[in-house]
C-alpha cells in the first residue's frame, strides 16, 4: 500500500526554468491538495481538487498550476521558477465529506530556486 | 476567514515528564474537526489525535490527549511519559465538519518540541 507518493525528493531550479511536481495516490480518494512549507509560516493550501476535472484556488496559488486528470494523480507544475518559491511541497490527499476523513500526506519535495 | 494559531515556537521537556502544546483557533462556525500532526525531521507528517468539535469529550491517543474548550476555542495538546521519538515539529490544523466540497486543512505556525535526556 503506496500511499500518497511524490516525486522528486528533492529538486534545484534556476530563476525561470519550470517544472511539475508529480503526485500519486492509490487509495481512491477524491480530494487531492498540494501545501507549501515555509518556516514560521506552517503549511499553506496552493491548490486542491474534488475529483477528476475539477481543481481551484488555495491560499497561495500564483506561480504554480495544477490539473485532475484521473483520480490518482495530480502534479503541481511551476511554470516560471523564482526563488520565492523555494520551499517544502507536500501533496495530501482524503476522502470526501463530513467522517472527518485525515488527509494523507506524501513525504514532500525540497525545492530550491537559485 | 478561520485562523489557527500556535503561540510556543519551541517547547522542551524532560524525557518521561508531560508537556503540554497550546493551540487557538478563530471561527464563527460551530461544527469543525481539530487536529494534531506531528512531523519529524524525517519531514514526514504523522497525525497524532482528531477531535470533533461536537464531541464534548476529549479525545485520547495512548500518550496523546486534547484539552478541547469550545467556547474558549483553544484546543491544547498533552503529551506524558514523553519519549525521545516524541521530538518533532506539531502543527494544529482545523477543518470544517460541512466542508462541501474543500476538506481544506487550515494549519497554525508549528511547535518544535524538544525532548532532553
Known amino acids: 500500500n503506496a500511499g500518497v507518493t511524490q516525486t522528486p525528493k528533492f529538486q534545484v531550479l534556476k530563476t525561470g526554468q519550470s517544472m511539475t511536481l508529480q503526485c500519486a495516490q492509490d487509495?481512491?480518494?477524491?480530494?487531492m491538495s498540494w501545501y507549501r512549507q515555509d518556516p514560521g509560516m506552517g503549511l499553506r493550501l496552493i491548490h486542491y481538487?474534488?475529483?477528476?476535472?475539477?481543481?481551484d484556488q488555495g491560499e497561495v496559488p500564483n506561480g504554480y498550476n495544477v490539473s485532475r486528470s484521473t483520480t490518482e494523480d495530480f502534479p503541481l507544475r511551476l511554470l516560471s521558477a523564482a526563488p520565492s518559491q523555494t520551499s517544502v511541497y507536500f501533496c495530501?490527499?482524503?476522502?470526501?465529506?463530513?467522517?472527518?476523513?485525515?488527509?494523507?500526506f506524501g513525504n514532500g519535495t525540497r525545492l530550491t530556486v537559485t | 476567514a478561520q485562523t489557527v494559531t500556535q503561540s510556543q515556537p519551541e517547547m522542551s521537556v524532560q524525557e518521561a515528564e508531560t508537556v503540554t502544546l497550546s493551540c487557538t483557533y478563530d471561527?464563527?462556525?460551530?461544527?469543525?474537526?481539530l487536529f494534531w500532526y506531528k512531523q519529524p525531521p524525517s519531514r514526514q507528517m504523522i497525525l497524532v489525535i482528531r477531535q470533533e468539535a461536537y464531541k464534548q469529550q476529549n479525545a485520547t491517543e495512548n500518550r496523546f490527549s486534547v484539552n478541547f474548550q469550545k467556547a474558549a476555542k483553544s484546543f491544547s495538546l498533552k503529551i506524558s511519559d514523553s519519549q525521545l521519538g516524541d521530538a518533532a515539529m506539531y502543527f494544529c490544523?482545523?477543518?470544517?465538519?460541512?466542508?462541501?466540497?474543500?476538506?481544506?486543512?487550515?494549519f497554525g505556525t508549528g511547535t518544535l518540541l524538544a525532548v532532553q535526556p
Open positions: 471561527t464563527s462556525e460551530s461544527d469543525y474537526y
Open positions: 481538487s474534488v475529483g477528476a476535472g475539477i481543481t
Open positions: 487509495m481512491n480518494h477524491e480530494y
Open positions: 490544523a482545523y477543518r470544517l465538519l460541512y466542508g462541501g466540497a474543500t476538506n481544506k486543512l487550515i
Open positions: 495530501a490527499s482524503s476522502f470526501l465529506g463530513t467522517t472527518g476523513s485525515p488527509l494523507h
